[in-house]
């Protein structure tokens, strides 16, 4: 807490929840935009339901005003650690179905990609500033998926992408809660009582 | 001979070891190499090669370290730089590469001074690379979701080696991809940017001498974004006339970034920009209304963008776009002046109202008509004229008077407010002071000091002054509270005449005029000078002034120069109003070189060159010096005439002596029983014996009148005879009828002034024909000597002579003059004496006679003629008969019969036919 409470950690704080808002709506717009080119490249129904991808936290939670601070971005690196694997893994598999013959979506997931790893780089960055210690990868990341028929891994990558959106407004909403002065980290309590 | 061999078979074995392929590999078996193979060096530093010969070439060949020799580039390398050792191995060393070339090699020196190559290498230098520095990065954004980042920086000096920069960037726990520029060295672009994370950027170069790496740039690429312009920019016109709406869209998402604008606008064909106030417009939007323009003008526009927060870069301009903003009534009337013409008639006018067309931004629209009302202040019940005008110009016939006239404009809005001329019936009111003009660079401002009354307004009035035409007045109005001006449209080195008006709200000053000039220069031409009157001393010099387009600007002075041909210049400046000037202290009678130079401010020109030339006399002097000769003149003619009659008698004497006339003379009536009428008693009177010191008589006694042919030449023999003691004393008749003048006749004489005397002078002479021994004298004749020459005379006498008696005598004496004529030219005297002797007495008579009457035909010379002709014959007698005295008595003693004698000259020989005028 005390580097918390450096000045230059406040605006290091303050600087990365910023960027992580922004990179969190950026990161919505860009998959929206992913999902429609998903689902019209994938020949699924927009309007399809998707069974809740195993492995990933959902966005969706109850009490969500209480959490502290702490548990907000654990809970947001689990989900990003997650999607991380998840995206990588569509990518591979979207590589293997289609190779180079639509390079559009390819890079539209690459980027997505890279803005997980990179949401998940703020929210370790901002769990290092609460001098809290960053959960090993391995712990957290989901289990190894099964292997899935094609139109199951469409299916699967379309609930992704889904949750992936929710997730983004949901953090979006949790950096903005972190990013609020005093109050805030006046949550620090709650951050003892995470695991 | 045996070391001779040894060594072929070295060289033999030489060239098959480095020719031969080795039985082993196949390759070209070297007795050496060297190291290192091919270095890379830095330029400048020390390098050490070394060249190892191979065992089989020492037992073989006999070759050793000792003899290498090394070489750059065929350059043989400085033994200094060569160290052996061993046997073996031989080294070379450079202090500095930048010495080195390709290839260095490695070489044998055996013996008979045959050199082998052994070995050769490449060497390269160059230099290890330079951090990279100044690196920069522009995010670029190619499309609505493209967005490319391009680095650039300054890759240090040049390596002369082929050296790679990559272009390189990582978040804290991803590395991405290298991005290798191409074709360039200095800046690389990078796609598939990620924003809102931080990422390092940096440059590394590496090439053979060493590696260098820039320093970081950490930055969000998100703050290095350089938008793309607005698009799709619209403007619409508004309800307001002064505002317009301008539309467009943004190509960045909300969620990349947020933006503000710029927006700036110019009216079309002024390149001037305005820009909407930055504040305005820092909040992201997709259109802004642009207020505070003017009515139906034509604006462009164009809009940038950045992001919000001013991180990042500006935009490019958007494409520009028009816009016209509506219509709107004028903002003002049409400044209006007028010009009256009251020179037709003094009791009325023509008025020529003249008005200026609204400048676009006052007349708000298109005007459509001006709107003229007069009204006449004298008389309050005229009624109003209107005029509905589409010009600018309206002439009105007004009565002298006072009148205000107001013209309003319009256009399809509405109407300006009204103009107001007031007109009145005389500028009587203060004018303005203090007028002047100073040039501001192609304007001319104009000021003045205002009067102490309140002024609504200036009108000032100005027109180019020109020679040769009229002055075609521009105008233009001032509000009241300006001092000053400035004028458009002046042309440099042009004369404009320039009036002020003041227009008071009751009524209108009188004008202030000033001449002036935005630019002088000289003139263009000098003035022409000539002389008006010139003098001894002075001359009065004329010109003409130069016209207003050859002055130039104002002409400060006239300078007179003048000089004579040798002399030194003078100068005389002379105020410019002048036309004349008068030069004194001349010299006279010298030629003088005149010419003239205007100048203005800013230069002099100098007219052609005049010269006249100052009088001899001056004024008044010829009279004062001929006046007083005259008088002088005529004192001496006066007193000349008065000495001249008081001396009258003893003039008289001298110049007109008393000469008879002939036709008077008793001659004609002469006989001897009349002797008393004979006048020789008054002329012995007047003459007595004694005083004859000039006179001449020779008595010639007459022969027989029939033998005188033959015997008159006896006495002229004798006067031959006498001759010889009186040679040279000839003269008179003979001498004169021989030479053509007296002066001829007296070159033959010896006697030079007797004889000029006798012919100088007019005598009588007295002719006594005596009879020749004891005979009677035939005839006393006396006449008056004359100059005249006798010949004509003479020959018509002859002719006559002749005639008279016997046609044979004549023509013998022809025959004897013709044959004398011939042979004796050197004796005249005796011809002429012939001829006279070979008349008997009656030829004689009649000769004489003849030759007095033949010369009566010519009545102006008569009398002169007869003086000669006597004085020739005196002279002759007088010649001849030297020593003899002559006594006048003797002319009574022989008088001629009056029968035998003509009673006058009249040419009784021609009635005879014995003479013709020739």
Same mark, same amino acid.
């Not at chain 2, 202040?377 to 002298?400: A, D, G, I």
């Not at chain 2, 103009?419 to 040039?439: C, D, E, G, Q, Y």
């Given at each position: 807490?005390?580097?918390?409470?450096?000045?230059?950690?406040?605006?290091?704080?303050?600087?990365?929840?910023?960027?992580?808002?922004?990179?969190?709506?950026?990161?919505?717009?860009?998959?929206?935009?992913?999902?429609?080119?998903?689902?019209?490249?994938?020949?699924?129904?927009?309007?399809?339901?998707?069974?809740?991808?195993?492995?990933?936290?959902?966005?969706?939670?109850?009490?969500?005003?209480?959490?502290?601070?702490?548990?907000?971005?654990?809970?947001?690196?689990?989900?990003?650690?997650?999607?991380?694997?998840?995206?990588?893994?569509?990518?591979?598999?979207?590589?293997?179905?289609?190779?180079?013959?639509?390079?559009?979506?390819?890079?539209?997931?690459?980027?997505?990609?890279?803005?997980?790893?990179?949401?998940?780089?703020?929210?370790?960055?901002?769990?290092?500033?609460?001098?809290?210690?960053?959960?090993?990868?391995?712990?957290?990341?989901?289990?190894?998926?099964?292997?899935?028929?094609?139109?199951?891994?469409?299916?699967?990558?379309?609930?992704?992408?889904?949750?992936?959106?929710?997730?983004?407004?949901?953090?979006?909403?949790?950096?903005?809660?972190?990013?609020?002065?005093?109050?805030?980290?006046?949550?620090?309590?709650?951050?003892?009582?995470?695991? | 001979?045996?070391?001779?061999?040894?060594?072929?078979?070295?060289?033999?074995?030489?060239?098959?070891?480095?020719?031969?392929?080795?039985?082993?590999?196949?390759?070209?078996?070297?007795?050496?190499?060297?190291?290192?193979?091919?270095?890379?060096?830095?330029?400048?530093?020390?390098?050490?090669?070394?060249?190892?010969?191979?065992?089989?070439?020492?037992?073989?060949?006999?070759?050793?370290?000792?003899?290498?020799?090394?070489?750059?580039?065929?350059?043989?390398?400085?033994?200094?730089?060569?160290?052996?050792?061993?046997?073996?191995?031989?080294?070379?060393?450079?202090?500095?590469?930048?010495?080195?070339?390709?290839?260095?090699?490695?070489?044998?020196? /055996?013996?008979?001074?045959?050199?082998?190559?052994?070995?050769?290498?490449?060497?390269?230098?160059?230099?290890?690379?330079?951090?990279?520095?100044?690196?920069?990065?522009?995010?670029?954004?190619?499309?609505?979701?493209?967005?490319?980042?391009?680095?650039?920086?300054?890759?240090?000096?040049?390596?002369?080696?082929?050296?790679?920069?990559?272009?390189?960037?990582?978040?804290?726990?991803?590395?991405?991809?290298?991005?290798?520029?191409?074709?360039?060295?200095?800046?690389?672009?990078?796609?598939?940017?990620?924003?809102?994370?931080?990422?390092?950027?940096?440059?590394?170069?590496?090439?053979?001498?060493?590696?260098?790496?820039?320093?970081?740039?950490?930055?969000?690429?998100?703050?290095?974004?350089?938008?793309?312009?607005?698009?799709?920019?619209?403007?619409?016109?508004?309800?307001?006339?002064?505002?317009?709406?301008?539309?467009? &869209?943004?190509?960045?998402?909300?969620?990349?970034?947020?933006?503000?604008?710029?927006?700036?606008?110019?009216?079309?064909?002024?390149?001037?920009?305005?820009?909407?106030?930055?504040?305005?417009?820092?909040?992201?939007?997709?259109?802004?209304? =642009?207020?505070?323009?003017?009515?139906?003008?034509?604006?462009?526009? *164009?809009?940038?963008?950045?992001?919000?927060?001013?991180?990042?870069?500006?935009?490019?301009?958007?494409?520009?776009?028009?816009?016209?903003?509506?219509?709107? $009534?004028?903002?003002?009337?049409?400044?209006?002046?007028? @010009? @009256?013409?009251?020179?037709?008639?003094?009791?009325?006018?023509?008025?020529?109202?003249?008005?200026?067309?609204?400048?676009?931004?006052? /007349?708000?629209?298109?005007?459509? $008509?001006?709107?003229?009302?007069?009204?006449?202040?004298?008389?309050?019940?005229?009624?109003?004229?209107?005029?509905?005008?589409?010009?600018?110009?309206?002439?009105?016939?007004?009565?002298?008077?006072?009148?205000?006239?107001?013209?309003?404009?319009?256009?399809?809005?509405?109407?300006?407010?009204?103009?107001?001329?007031? @007109?009145?019936?005389?500028?009587?009111?203060?004018?303005?002071?203090?007028?002047?003009?100073?040039?501001?660079?192609?304007?001319?401002?104009?000021?003045?000091?205002?009067?102490?009354?309140?002024?609504?307004?200036?009108?000032?009035?100005?027109?180019?002054?020109?020679?040769?035409?009229?002055?075609?007045?521009?105008?233009?109005?001032?509000?009241?509270?300006?001092?000053?001006?400035?004028?458009?449209?002046?042309?440099?080195?042009?004369?404009?005449? @320039?009036?002020?008006?003041?227009?008071?709200?009751?009524?209108?000053?009188?004008?202030?005029?000033?001449?002036?000039?935005?630019?002088?220069?000289?003139?263009?031409?000098?003035?022409?000078?000539?002389?008006?009157?010139?003098?001894?001393?002075?001359?009065?010099?004329?010109?003409?002034?130069?016209?207003?387009?050859?002055?130039?600007?104002?002409?400060?002075?006239?300078?007179?120069?003048?000089?004579?041909?040798?002399?030194?210049?003078?100068?005389?400046? =002379?105020?410019?109003?002048?036309?004349?000037?008068?030069?004194?202290?001349?010299?006279?009678?010298?030629?003088?070189?005149?010419?003239?130079?205007?100048?203005?401010?800013?230069?002099?020109?100098?007219?052609?060159?005049?010269?006249?030339?100052?009088?001899?006399?001056?004024?008044?002097?010829?009279?004062?010096?001929?006046?007083?000769?005259?008088?002088?003149?005529?004192?001496?003619?006066?007193?000349?005439?008065?000495?001249?009659?008081?001396?009258?008698?003893?003039?008289?004497?001298?110049?007109?002596?008393?000469?008879?006339?002939?036709?008077?003379?008793?001659?004609?009536?002469?006989?001897?029983?009349?002797?008393?009428?004979?006048?020789?008693?008054?002329?012995?009177?007047?003459?007595?014996?004694?005083?004859?010191?000039?006179?001449?008589?020779?008595?010639?006694?007459?022969?027989?009148?029939?033998?005188?042919?033959?015997?008159?030449?006896?006495?002229?023999?004798?006067?031959?005879?006498?001759? *010889?003691?009186?040679?040279?004393?000839? *003269?008179?008749?003979?001498?004169?009828?021989?030479?053509?003048?007296?002066?001829?006749?007296?070159?033959?004489?010896? &006697?030079?002034?007797?004889? $000029?005397?006798?012919?100088?002078?007019?005598?009588?002479?007295?002719?006594?024909?005596?009879?020749?021994?004891?005979?009677?004298?035939?005839?006393?004749?006396?006449?008056?000597?004359?100059?005249?020459?006798?010949?004509?005379?003479?020959?018509?006498?002859?002719?006559?002579?002749?005639? /008279?008696?016997?046609?044979?005598?004549?023509?013998?004496?022809?025959?004897?003059?013709?044959?004398?004529?011939?042979?004796?030219?050197?004796?005249?005297?005796?011809?002429?004496?012939?001829?006279?002797?070979?008349?008997?007495?009656?030829?004689?008579?009649?000769?004489?006679?003849?030759?007095?009457?033949?010369?009566?035909?010519?009545?102006?010379?008569?009398?002169?003629?007869?003086?000669?002709?006597?004085? /020739?014959?005196?002279?002759?007698?007088?010649?001849?008969?030297?020593?003899?005295? =002559?006594?006048?008595?003797?002319?009574?003693?022989?008088?001629?019969?009056?029968?035998?004698?003509?009673?006058?000259?009249?040419?009784?020989?021609?009635? $005879?036919?014995?003479?013709?005028?020739?």
């Amino acid at each position: 807490m005390a580097a918390a409470d450096s000045p230059s950690a406040a605006l290091r704080r303050r600087d990365l929840c910023s960027r992580g808002i922004r990179l969190a709506g950026k990161m919505r717009a860009d998959v929206v935009d992913l999902l429609d080119a998903y689902v019209e490249q994938q020949g699924l129904d927009a309007s399809a339901s998707v069974a809740a991808v195993e492995g990933v936290p959902l966005a969706a939670v109850e009490r969500w005003d209480e959490q502290t601070g702490t548990q907000r971005l654990l809970e947001n690196l689990a989900a990003y650690r997650a999607f991380r694997t998840l995206l990588a893994q569509m990518l591979e598999e979207q590589r293997e179905q289609l190779g180079e013959a639509d390079a559009g979506l390819g890079r539209a997931l690459a980027a997505v990609l890279l803005q997980v790893s990179a949401f998940a780089y703020h929210l370790e960055e901002l769990l290092r500033l609460e001098s809290r210690g960053i959960p090993g990868e391995e712990e957290d990341g989901p289990p190894p998926p099964p292997r899935l028929s094609l139109f199951e891994q469409k299916l699967r990558g379309l609930g992704v992408l889904r949750e992936l959106a929710q997730w983004a407004v949901r953090s979006v909403r949790d950096l903005r809660q972190l990013a609020k002065p005093s109050p805030a980290t006046g949550t620090a309590p709650g951050l003892a009582e995470s695991p | 001979m045996f070391s001779r061999w040894n060594w072929v078979a070295c060289g033999f074995y030489l060239v098959l070891s480095i020719c031969s392929p080795d039985a082993s590999g196949g390759l070209v078996q070297s007795c050496g190499h060297i190291i290192p193979e091919s270095p890379v060096l830095a330029l400048g530093s020390n390098f050490t090669a070394l060249c190892i010969l191979n065992e089989s070439c020492l037992d073989f060949g006999n070759i050793y370290a000792s003899q290498i020799i090394w070489k750059i580039k065929n350059r043989l390398v400085p033994k200094e730089q060569y160290r052996e050792i061993n046997r073996t191995v031989s080294s070379v060393t450079f202090n500095d590469t930048s010495s080195l070339a390709t290839p260095l090699t490695c070489n044998i020196l /055996a013996d008979g001074q045959i050199e082998q190559n052994i070995y050769g290498i490449t060497v390269t230098v160059g230099l290890p690379p330079e951090k990279p520095k100044n690196l920069s990065c522009v995010v670029h954004q190619k499309s609505r979701l493209t967005y490319v980042m391009t680095c650039t920086w300054n890759p240090g000096r040049h390596t002369f080696l082929d050296t790679e920069f990559k272009l390189r960037h990582s978040w804290p726990e991803e590395i991405f991809p290298d991005c290798i520029p191409k074709d360039v060295n200095n800046s690389c672009t990078i796609s598939d940017i990620q924003f809102f994370v931080n990422t390092e950027i940096w440059v590394e170069a590496a090439n053979a001498l060493g590696k260098a790496e820039s320093d970081p740039l950490v930055v969000d690429p998100v703050d290095i974004v350089k938008p793309l312009s607005p698009q799709n920019v619209s403007v619409s016109s508004g309800v307001l006339p002064t505002g317009l709406k301008l539309s467009w &869209e943004n190509w960045i998402s909300d969620t990349v970034m947020t933006l503000k604008f710029n927006i700036r606008y110019r009216i079309a064909g002024d390149m001037n920009w305005m820009e909407v106030p930055s504040e305005d417009t820092a909040s992201p939007r997709t259109s802004f209304s =642009v207020q505070g323009l003017r009515p139906y003008t034509k604006y462009v526009f *164009s809009i940038r963008c950045m992001k919000e927060d001013g991180v990042g870069y500006w935009s490019d301009w958007s494409e520009e776009k028009t816009g016209i903003t509506t219509e709107d $009534q004028p903002s003002k009337g049409p400044p209006i002046w007028r @010009i @009256i013409d009251a020179s037709h008639s003094p009791a009325s006018w023509t008025v020529h109202l003249m008005w200026k067309a609204l400048k676009p931004f006052e /007349a708000n629209g298109v005007i459509l $008509q001006y709107e003229v009302t007069v009204r006449d202040k004298s008389s309050l019940s005229s009624p109003l004229k209107k005029y509905n005008v589409t010009s600018t110009n309206h002439t009105l016939q007004l009565p002298n008077g006072t009148y205000e006239v107001t013209v309003i404009a319009r256009n399809s809005v509405g109407a300006s407010p009204p103009s107001v001329l007031l @007109i009145p019936a005389s500028n009587s009111k203060a004018p303005v002071k203090n007028l002047r003009t100073v040039p501001k660079h192609d304007k001319l401002w104009v000021g003045w000091t205002a009067p102490n009354s309140y002024v609504l307004k200036y009108v000032i009035e100005w027109c180019l002054v020109s020679s040769s035409s009229d002055c075609i007045i521009e105008w233009q109005i001032a509000l009241g509270d300006v001092q000053g001006i400035d004028l458009k449209g002046i042309k440099p080195f042009k004369c404009y005449l @320039i009036t002020v008006y003041p227009l008071y709200a009751d009524g209108q000053g009188s004008g202030e005029s000033v001449k002036a000039y935005l630019k002088q220069d000289r003139p263009s031409k000098g003035p022409t000078v000539q002389t008006k009157k010139v003098g001894k001393a002075e001359a009065v010099l004329t010109w003409n002034h130069l016209t207003v387009e050859e002055q130039n600007g104002f002409i400060r002075n006239y300078t007179i120069l003048y000089k004579t041909i040798d002399g030194n210049e003078t100068v005389v400046t =002379v105020d410019p109003s002048k036309t004349e000037y008068t030069l004194s202290s001349l010299t006279s009678d010298t030629l003088y070189t005149v010419r003239m130079m205007a100048s203005t401010d800013n230069g002099s020109r100098t007219g052609p060159d005049f010269t006249f030339t100052t009088q001899k006399f001056g004024k008044g002097e010829i009279e004062a010096i001929v006046v007083p000769v005259c008088l002088a003149f005529l004192l001496i003619v006066l007193l000349g005439v008065l000495f001249c009659f008081n001396k009258r008698d003893l003039i008289k004497k001298h110049i007109w002596p008393i000469v008879p006339d002939p036709s008077k003379s008793n001659i004609a009536q002469w006989s001897p029983q009349v002797p008393a009428k004979h006048n020789f008693n008054s002329k012995d009177q007047m003459y007595p014996e004694g005083s004859f010191t000039d006179v001449s008589v020779v008595e010639i006694e007459a022969d027989d009148k029939k033998s005188f042919s033959e015997q008159d030449l006896k006495p002229f023999d004798l006067l031959k005879k006498e001759k *010889s003691t009186s040679e040279g004393h000839s *003269s008179g008749i003979g001498g004169s009828s021989c030479m053509s003048s007296p002066r001829q006749s007296v070159s033959d004489s010896d &006697e030079g002034e007797t004889t $000029q005397n006798t012919s100088s002078t007019v005598q009588y002479s007295t002719v006594v024909l005596n009879g020749y021994r004891d005979q009677t004298p035939v005839q006393v004749f006396s006449r008056s000597e004359s100059t005249q020459p006798l010949l004509d005379s003479e020959e018509r006498s002859e002719d006559h002579a002749g005639g /008279a008696d016997s046609t044979a005598q004549r023509q013998q004496y022809f025959r004897q003059n013709g044959g004398q004529d011939e042979t004796n030219t050197d004796r005249p005297c005796f011809e002429r004496t012939k001829q006279i002797t070979h008349a008997n007495e009656g030829d004689l008579v009649g000769f004489v006679q003849l030759q007095i009457s033949g010369q009566s035909s010519q009545p102006l010379g008569l009398g002169m003629e007869k003086n000669t002709q006597e004085a /020739a014959l005196s002279n002759v007698l007088q010649t001849c008969t030297e020593g003899q005295t =002559v006594r006048p008595e003797t002319v009574e003693e022989n008088p001629l019969s009056v029968d035998e004698m003509p009673k006058s000259y009249l040419p009784q020989t021609v009635r $005879q036919g014995g003479y013709m005028p020739q």
